[in-house]
């Protein structure tokens, strides 16, 4: 069974567009969205909320923007420095500004502690949060009409590191990606921009060494990468992957990415969405290790196709490097993907470090949320998660991984997934630092408890099976199920089966004239062992006389005593075998019988049923005739011995 995924709910007043956890504090989320420039009623906000509680969400700061504005269309949450956090976010300048050529997109917002409330002595100072604009300004080379901060994305914030950034237009005709360094205090530096021929889906940022960054952005069918920092060699961009067949003139029928996202150094993760709504497929590409050529696909798992295009994708490396040259060793990658069907799809993967070799596990689904919001999902994001230093003990509290999504609904939502650390019997993969996983066993065990769950169920099938034929007297005994079942369950087991009243076998005969008293109550044989059974006596009785007469009865045979060990049924309507009175009935023996005679009777009891050719006429010896029609009565003879 799947552990519990707690989730809150929260409905602000505005739309929201975009999320992003403290990358220090995983309880702090900040959301953003609004209504646009000169929509009277729906306000543009950037809201602070508390994560804390798994089952609530809590509003803690909010900053209003100008309604004369754009909404906040990204949003990215920095490095904190001492007890201040930086956002930054898109949002672009009023209609008027845009018209004379200015268009301070750039926003950067402060989130700083403040005190409210003095408190009792004997009671903590309530502290609370507050945004603040601190900054706004232009960093895209053009001003156009359209243009909008599309895309905003930081690279992994590590301690007393420089910081990389950047952002990538939407809807301009001259497109163009902004590289940048944070600043604490002032405006960010510009580093360089990157002139594109498209505009990009997707951007994303992985350190490689203290100063070393590698920067990677796609666009619909192509992937470049570019070297940053101490490894820059001022060389452009690298295309290091073209989608196959997008040069041939025809794109409408070939795949799009939609977001990227980076794994390691060595491997990158794509979302795709196929033409006309196909599908969605991820894809981890390995890139060569020269940084020149062309990807090779390690991995690719094509979603359920209930899910015809996507719209984000979130990742998250469950044991990243403790400092920004460590070494990338076992760890597990969270993958979620934001499907058009308002459902979040997660998935897992497995990194494996041997010899100097990383190898990527096949793409895993593990749990799929329905119906997450009222309306399209526009943000996805999780929390940054950092494994316990320390060994694990019985204090250490649960870890957990959280997931943040927001809606055009202007819902928020955030999901709390347990974490669970590695057993120390896995050798493969330990670490001087406890590492964790998602909740969830792995496809070889759930296909050997399925086998299992299968083997006792046929077992348990066969018990029963063997124990009602025990019951019904089929098979011998062997479970002795009768010494433990009730009597009255034992009764309604072996009970044999009833026909219906209405039945009627086929052949089956019913006798139109009651047999004399001298005969038995079972019913006529219809077999050529009837002659057996009266050659068959008891062997404890005298050797009986038998009388076979044809026609009508014979006078006062009911009166006739019968040997009780005799079975002698009705032969047929007109055939009757009874015990023989040798004063009442005279016969002849079958050498005495003429060959006319012998042919009817012969003709008579085959037609009967009782005698067939391969008998043979010995049977006959020791039985009497009477003659055919009732014309004469009878003899006697000693039945065979």
Same mark, same amino acid.
């Given at each position: 069974?799947?552990?519990?995924?707690?989730?809150?709910?929260?409905?602000?007043?505005?739309?929201?567009?975009a999320?992003?956890?403290?990358? =220090?504090?995983?309880?702090?989320?900040?959301?953003?969205?609004g209504?646009g420039?000169?929509r009277?009623?729906?306000?543009?906000?950037?809201?602070?909320?508390d994560?804390s509680n798994p089952?609530e969400?809590?509003?803690?700061a909010?900053?209003d923007?100008?309604?004369?504005?754009d909404?906040v269309?990204?949003?990215?949450?920095g490095?904190?420095q001492?007890d201040?956090?930086?956002i930054?976010?898109?949002v672009? @300048? @009023?209609?008027?500004?845009?018209?004379?050529?200015?268009n301070?997109?750039?926003?950067?917002?402060r989130?700083?502690p /403040?005190?409210?409330?003095?408190?009792?002595a004997?009671?903590?100072?309530? +502290?609370? @949060?507050?945004?603040?604009?601190?900054?706004?300004?232009?960093?895209?080379?053009?001003?156009?009409?359209?243009l909008?901060?599309?895309?905003?994305?930081l690279?992994?914030?590590?301690v007393?590191?420089?910081?990389w950034?950047?952002?990538a237009?939407?809807?301009?005709?001259?497109?163009?990606?902004?590289?940048f360094?944070?600043?604490?205090?002032?405006?960010?530096?510009s580093?360089s921009?990157?002139?594109?021929?498209k505009e990009?889906?997707?951007m994303d940022f =992985?350190?490689?060494?203290?100063?070393?960054?590698?920067?990677?952005?796609?666009d619909e069918q192509?992937?470049?990468v570019?070297?940053?920092?101490?490894?820059?060699? &001022?060389?452009?961009?690298?295309?290091?992957y073209?989608?196959?067949?997008?040069?041939?003139?025809?794109p409408v029928?070939?795949?799009?990415?939609?977001?990227?996202?980076?794994?390691?150094?060595d491997?990158?993760?794509?979302?795709?969405n196929?033409? *006309?709504?196909?599908g969605v497929v991820?894809?981890?590409?390995?890139?060569?290790?020269s940084?020149?050529?062309q990807?090779?696909i390690a991995q690719s798992?094509?979603?359920?196709s209930?899910?015809?295009?996507?719209?984000g994708?979130?990742?998250?490396n469950?044991t990243p490097?403790s400092?920004?040259?460590g070494?990338?060793?076992?760890?597990?990658f /969270?993958?979620?993907?934001?499907?058009?069907?308002?459902?979040?799809?997660?998935f897992?993967?497995d990194?494996?470090?041997?010899a100097?070799?990383? $190898?990527v596990?096949p793409?895993?689904p593990?749990?799929?949320?329905k119906?997450?919001?009222?309306?399209? +999902?526009t943000?996805?994001?999780?929390s940054?998660f950092?494994?316990?230093?320390q060994s694990?003990?019985?204090?250490?509290?649960p870890q957990?991984?959280k997931?943040?999504?927001?809606?055009i609904s202007?819902t928020?939502?955030?999901?709390t997934?347990?974490?669970f650390p590695?057993?120390? *019997?896995v050798k493969r993969?330990q670490?001087?630092t406890?590492?964790?996983?998602v909740?969830?066993?792995s496809?070889?065990?759930?296909?050997?408890?399925?086998i299992?769950?299968?083997?006792l169920?046929?077992?348990?099938?066969? +018990?029963?099976?063997?124990?009602?034929?025990e019951?019904?007297g089929?098979?011998?005994?062997?479970?002795?199920?009768a010494?433990? $079942?009730?009597?009255?369950?034992?009764?309604?087991i072996?009970?044999p089966y009833?026909?219906p009243?209405?039945?009627?076998?086929?052949?089956t005969?019913?006798?139109?004239?009651?047999i004399?008293?001298?005969l038995?109550?079972t019913?006529?044989a219809?077999?050529?062992?009837?002659?057996a059974?009266?050659?068959?006596p008891?062997?404890?009785?005298?050797?009986?006389k038998?009388?076979?007469h044809h026609g009508?009865?014979v006078p006062d045979?009911?009166?006739?005593?019968?040997s009780?060990?005799?079975t002698?049924?009705?032969?047929?309507?007109?055939?009757?075998a /009874?015990?023989?009175?040798?004063?009442? !009935?005279?016969?002849?023996?079958?050498?005495e019988?003429?060959a006319?005679?012998?042919e009817?009777?012969?003709?008579?009891l085959?037609?009967?049923g !009782?005698w067939?050719?391969e008998? &043979?006429?010995?049977i006959?010896?020791g039985?009497?005739?009477?003659?055919?029609?009732?014309l004469v &009565?009878?003899?006697?003879?000693?039945?065979?011995r």
């Amino acid at each position: 069974m799947a552990p519990l995924i707690p989730s809150a709910k929260l409905t602000l007043p505005y739309p929201l567009y975009a999320c992003d956890f403290d990358p =220090i504090d995983s309880s702090r989320l900040v959301v953003g969205g609004g209504g646009g420039a000169g929509r009277s009623g729906v306000e543009n906000k950037i809201t602070l909320l508390d994560t804390s509680n798994p089952n609530e969400l809590v509003e803690v700061a909010e900053l209003d923007l100008s309604k004369e504005e754009d909404n906040v269309a990204s949003l990215a949450v920095g490095q904190t420095q001492g007890d201040k956090t930086l956002i930054f976010a898109g949002v672009n @300048s @009023s209609p008027a500004d845009l018209a004379r050529g200015t268009n301070a997109h750039f926003r950067v917002i402060r989130i700083s502690p /403040v005190s409210k409330g003095k408190g009792k002595a004997t009671e903590p100072v309530a +502290i609370t @949060s507050k945004l603040s604009e601190v900054l706004r300004c232009p960093l895209f080379t053009n001003v156009e009409r359209d243009l909008y901060q599309r895309v905003i994305r930081l690279s992994r914030p590590y301690v007393g590191q420089a910081q990389w950034g950047a952002i990538a237009t939407g809807f301009a005709k001259d497109s163009e990606i902004v590289l940048f360094q944070p600043a604490q205090n002032g405006p960010p530096t510009s580093r360089s921009a990157i002139k594109l021929a498209k505009e990009i889906v997707d951007m994303d940022f =992985i350190q490689t060494g203290k100063d070393d960054f590698l920067f990677a952005y796609a666009d619909e069918q192509d992937i470049y990468v570019k070297k940053l920092g101490s490894i820059d060699d &001022g060389a452009e961009p690298e295309c290091v992957y073209i989608t196959p067949a997008s040069r041939s003139g025809e794109p409408v029928t070939i795949p799009s990415f939609r977001s990227m996202r980076w794994l390691t150094k060595d491997f990158i993760i794509m979302l795709t969405n196929i033409h *006309s709504q196909g599908g969605v497929v991820l894809q981890i590409l390995r890139l060569p290790p020269s940084g020149k050529g062309q990807c090779r696909i390690a991995q690719s798992h094509r979603l359920p196709s209930s899910i015809k295009k996507a719209t984000g994708l979130a990742v998250v490396n469950l044991t990243p490097p403790s400092t920004p040259d460590g070494e990338q060793g076992y760890t597990q990658f /969270v993958i979620a993907v934001a499907g058009h069907d308002i459902s979040i799809s997660l998935f897992k993967v497995d990194l494996q470090h041997e010899a100097n070799n990383y $190898l990527v596990t096949p793409i895993k689904p593990f749990r799929k949320f329905k119906n997450v919001h009222p309306g399209v +999902i526009t943000g996805i994001t999780f929390s940054t998660f950092t494994p316990p230093t320390q060994s694990i003990t019985a204090s250490t509290p649960p870890q957990h991984l959280k997931l943040a999504s927001t809606g055009i609904s202007n819902t928020v939502i955030v999901h709390t997934l347990p974490l669970f650390p590695v057993p120390l *019997s896995v050798k493969r993969g330990q670490s001087s630092t406890p590492r964790y996983v998602v909740a969830l066993p792995s496809s070889k065990a759930i296909y050997s408890f399925g086998i299992i769950v299968s083997m006792l169920l046929a077992l348990l099938a066969a +018990i029963l099976t063997q124990s009602v034929l025990e019951i019904r007297g089929v098979v011998e005994p062997h479970l002795g199920a009768a010494k433990y $079942l009730p009597v009255p369950l034992q009764e309604a087991i072996g009970k044999p089966y009833t026909f219906p009243s209405n039945y009627h076998a086929l052949n089956t005969h019913i006798s139109t004239a009651p047999i004399s008293t001298s005969l038995s109550d079972t019913p006529s044989a219809s077999t050529p062992d009837f002659f057996a059974s009266l050659r068959s006596p008891s062997p404890n009785s005298a050797p009986s006389k038998l009388y076979l007469h044809h026609g009508p009865p014979v006078p006062d045979v009911e009166n006739q005593d019968i040997s009780p060990d005799i079975t002698s049924p009705e032969l047929s309507s007109s055939i009757k075998a /009874v015990l023989h009175d040798e004063e009442k !009935h005279e016969g002849k023996s079958w050498d005495e019988l003429t060959a006319p005679q012998k042919e009817n009777w012969k003709r008579k009891l085959k037609d009967a049923g !009782h005698w067939a050719e391969e008998m &043979g006429e010995a049977i006959f010896k020791g039985v009497v005739f009477g003659e055919l029609g009732g014309l004469v &009565g009878a003899a006697v003879v000693q039945a065979a011995r």
